[in-house]
């Protein structure tokens, strides 16, 4: 054993220090809380092996100074990455390392000592009413619980820094709490003379432990700071009382009533603390016992630490008179060789062990067997299933002990009574199963369908009892075989076709038994023939499902093509200049009389010039450049303004169901549902094929209204919900199809709830910023109009009732609109965007998620910094890391602007962004 009281950790001038840990991950770093308010980090090398290290490295790491209080307890996570701090400011801050900015920075407010490392306040806890006594970690360090003179205990929640629970049960101070290894289990012990035990799956009273503290006059102690076993089977409890004499007491985990005593000191006990291993104890001779042992270091206000092991009712070590004063607080290593104390008299002790004082440590594979054997299950953290008393344990025993049994099930292959000879092996989950005494067929059928292969299972017809000699009955299956595959989809019957016709509709087919079916058509129709579109099934085949109708049909007409007017006439204005009267007209001929089909072009009333056709007009589109013709039989037809022929007719294949002409550029879509995009004025596809299909098949959408297609070939489409009669068609949701996925993207929902329940509704804009009229603004805004006010009434109401629920819906609302500006390349819009979702988590104090926003752009994380692009975009002259800083800072200042809750979080990254600049 070694024993080091090193002069250099100290505070102040000597101020007494309250706390002390030890770092578990790397174990490189010391923590000391004091009463001058500030918390030290040390490196713990110094201590351990001082002669190993090379000169200049520095003994003292970092000072952190925000809290007003003195600094009462500090403890650091499982992992080693947080540390978290009470003080009796009544806050707790959880710490964290900075990654980013410059390596060394200056010294704490009143210090003259350099900081090497930047720790930085991740998330302050405010809660209590009091001073803050002590903090504990839950095992898998997704929870803190922490206690104070308030005479309660928080639980929080560490990735919220929100608190789950308040735990009231103490008539007095709570100046110790401990978390249960298991998970099972929080102990928290008071002033009021007893230690209760919290059961953490519904935070109620578990237990309430009294007798130790029965003939106790005042509990004279600052801090009361009890232990809990590493295997989780006992809880070391301070200033007790045994016989008049100052004790630990000890009592088993089941029950809680079972006591034992570590005796020797001569004043109370203020502090314990287990040693995080396992291990096998040290026989005299040196060598590791077969048994299993864990230890506990114990202090008091005799400055005596004293250390015990379950396998011995003796002390492994005594130390006596370590400090002036009495022993606060002891902190453990990770690999429970390393114990340091520390007193109200400013000083801290080292003691190191050995092998040949602790023995072996316990391996965790070895380790993980103890506890699936004494609790049932094996490691986990946080609340696990374990097994809570023998009774339990012994249950499970007799089931892995017992033969094993045939599960019954509702599979038709079953066994009746008794299992005979060789008749059926269970398999544990009943992952699968082997009958010998069952025909071939029958094994080979139901291991086919325990393979998830459908082919050689066909429903059961009859079953036949069958008596054996020995008594035991049987049910054997009778197996026929159906005439048609047994995984085709059960026959379905479709929904009628919809009487709405807006300018593309999708097809909708009725059944086949219907006597007024009637498919969408274009063709000529004349007294003596209909050309009428194949249908999608035989009358021998039954019709598919309505979900598998685009798989299994044999119509490729999915939308319904465009039909002529029935008024034979239809006219689009060509957008001139002012003044000009431009109209192209279609004329189609009345089929009992000998005409032709025609368009014209009509200026300021006169026809300039007119053109013949052989098949019905259905659609006309026309802009300054060109002017496009859909015919009936799906061709298409493109003239200049001067009516020249600029190309033979286009065939895209299938019937023309929608059609758009903008610029130069001619669009259509077909009743396959494909979209062509020709460049006219170069001859060449823009677009060439993409299917609509995807969109078409949503059930949301019935209607597709409108397609765009900008300057940089980015396809639009406007799709109307299905809900929505003909009279207020608009349309609710926009897609765009990304190239680079190979897909469509939604860009936007008027009927989401989500948009319904969030600040944005109607247009509100809780940010007080004004949009940028951009990509995505543009193609947004048809969406907002036409939403029926019966939702939008539901909408208020549900916010009414649930503030949070519109909080919530605001956030992920603008997630979407930033991905989706971020997908379109908008720099300006994302900007926008980014800047009303900092804005909201700021309002909201939802300070985690704004550390994870400005951490992903320090680390050049695209998805919440510009998007691709955006410099070039913006026309800015200057580097992506200098647009980061740039909008980094602006983001700081509407954080600051809207809470000053959060003025630690922006003064942390201002000095960041001042690191970032100056390097």
């Not at 839950?138 to 629970?165: K, Q």
């Not at 094996?378 to 008393?389: I, K, T």
């Not at 003064?907 to 001042?914: D, Q």
Request: charge should be neutral; proline fraction near 6%.
């Amino acid at each position: 054993m070694r024993f080091v009281k090193p002069l250099w950790i100290k505070h102040g001038g000597g101020d007494p220090i309250y706390s002390v840990d030890i770092q578990p991950a790397d174990g490189c770093r010391i923590a000391t809380g004091a009463l001058d308010t500030t918390i030290r980090l040390w490196s713990l090398a110094h201590l351990k092996e001082p002669a190993s290290l090379e000169g200049g490295q520095p003994k003292l790491l970092c000072t952190l100074a925000q809290h007003q209080g003195s600094v009462n307890v500090v403890r650091w996570s499982p992992d080693g990455l947080t540390l978290a701090s009470g003080s009796d400011d009544r806050s707790v801050i959880l710490w964290r390392q900075q990654q980013h900015g410059a390596a060394q920075v200056a010294p704490a407010f009143g210090s003259d000592e350099a900081n090497h490392e930047v720790w930085r306040c991740a998330k302050l806890l405010r809660r209590h009413e009091g001073d803050v006594l002590d903090v504990a970690w839950s095992a898998d360090g997704l929870r803190l619980a922490t206690c104070s003179i308030d005479n309660t205990i928080c639980i929080w929640v560490v990735a919220t820094g929100e608190a789950e629970a308040v735990l009231r049960g103490h008539n007095g101070p709570v100046k110790g709490v401990v978390w249960d290894p298991v998970g099972r289990f929080l102990a928290s012990q008071g002033d009021d003379k007893k230690v209760l035990i919290w059961a953490t799956d519904t935070w109620k009273l578990k237990s309430s432990i009294k007798e130790p503290f029965s003939k106790i006059g005042i509990m004279s102690s600052l801090f009361l700071r009890l232990a809990w076993s590493v295997d989780g089977s006992t809880v070391v409890m301070t200033h007790c009382v045994n016989s008049g004499l100052p004790v630990a007491t000890c009592v088993d985990r089941e029950g809680f009533s079972k006591a034992q005593h570590f005796v020797g000191h001569t004043k109370p006990i203020t502090a314990a603390r287990a040693n995080p291993m396992l291990f096998h104890p040290a026989t005299p001779d040196g060598d590791a016992a077969s048994g299993v042992a864990s230890f506990v270091a114990i202090g008091g206000q005799d400055s005596t630490v004293s250390i015990w092991g379950t396998h011995d009712s003796r002390p492994l070590a005594v130390l006596r008179n370590v400090f002036d004063t009495g022993v606060l607080d002891l902190a453990w290593s990770a690999d429970g060789c390393d114990l340091i104390a520390c007193s109200k008299d400013g000083d801290v002790a080292y003691i190191g062990f050995t092998a040949k004082e602790l023995g072996t440590a316990v391996e965790p594979e070895e380790k993980n067997k103890l506890w699936l054997d004494t609790y049932g299950a094996p490691m986990s953290h946080g609340r696990a299933a374990v097994a809570e008393n023998i009774e339990q344990l012994i249950i499970e025993r007799d089931i892995h002990k017992s033969p094993q049994k045939v599960a019954v099930s509702d599979d038709p292959v079953a066994e009746v009574g008794s299992v005979g000879t060789g008749a059926v092996a269970g398999v544990a989950g009943g992952a699968a199963a082997a009958i010998s005494a069952a025909p071939p067929t029958t094994v080979a059928a139901l291991a086919a369908r325990f393979a998830g292969d459908p082919t050689h299972w066909s429903p059961t017809k009859a079953q036949q009892l069958e008596t054996r000699k020995n008594g035991k009955r049987r049910i054997t299956p009778q197996l026929v075989t159906s005439g048609h595959s047994s995984h085709q989809p059960a026959p379905a019957f479709q929904s009628p076709s919809r009487r709405l016709e807006p300018v593309l509709a999708v097809s909708r087919q009725p059944p086949p038994s219907s006597p007024k079916r009637r498919l969408p058509q274009t063709a000529e129709r004349s007294g003596k023939r209909r050309n009428v579109q194949p249908e999608s099934q035989s009358s021998s085949t039954p019709p598919a499902s309505a979900a598998h109708t685009a798989a299994v049909s044999h119509n490729p007409h999915i939308l319904s093509g465009l039909r002529p007017p029935k008024t034979n006439t239809l006219s689009v204005q060509v957008a001139r200049d002012v003044g000009d009267s431009v109209v192209v007209q279609a004329t189609n001929a009345d089929p009992l009389k000998p005409q032709l089909h025609s368009v014209s072009l009509v200026k300021d009333g006169m026809v300039a010039w007119s053109h013949s056709f052989t098949e019905k007009v259905v659609a006309v589109a026309a802009s300054n450049d060109v002017i496009a013709i859909a015919g009936a039989h799906g061709g298409v037809h493109v003239l200049s303004c001067a009516g020249d022929r600029l190309l033979p007719p286009l065939v895209a294949g299938g019937l023309i169901a929608l059609l758009r002409v903008k610029g130069a550029a001619v669009t259509i879509i077909t009743s396959f549902g494909k979209l062509f995009s020709w460049d006219i004025s170069s001859q060449t596809a823009v677009h060439s094929g993409i299917d609509i299909g995807p969109v078409a098949a949503d059930p949301r959408n019935a209607d597709v209204l409108d397609v765009d297609i900008n300057a940089d070939g980015r396809v639009t489409l406007l799709v109307a919900p299905r809900r929505r009669a003909a009279r207020h068609l608009a349309p609710a949701r926009a897609y765009t199809y990304h190239s680079g996925l190979g897909c469509w993207i939604e860009l936007g929902d008027a009927d989401s709830d989500v948009y319904k329940l969030s600040d944005f509704h109607n247009g509100v804009d809780p940010a007080t910023l004004k949009a940028p009229t951009g990509a995505l603004a543009k193609i947004q805004a048809p969406l907002r109009a036409g939403i029926p006010g019966a939702q939008l009434a539901r909408a208020a109401a549900l916010r009414k009732l649930d503030v949070q629920v519109q909080v919530t819906a605001t956030q992920s609302y603008i997630q979407g609109q930033l991905a989706a500006a971020a997908a379109l390349q908008s720099a300006d819009e994302y900007r926008y965007w980014l800047r009303c979702y900092v804005q909201v988590l700021a309002r909201h104090s939802r300070e985690a998620d704004l550390r994870s926003v400005f951490n992903a752009m320090l680390e050049g994380n695209r998805f919440c910094g510009p998007p691709r692009g955006a410099v070039a975009a913006a026309g800015a002259a200057v580097t992506a890391t200098e647009v980061d800083v740039t909008l980094l800072k602006e983001l700081l200042v509407a954080v600051g602007e809207k809470n000053r809750e959060l003025q630690r979080f922006v003064a942390e990254y201002t000095e960041v962004l001042a690191a970032l600049s100056s390097a």
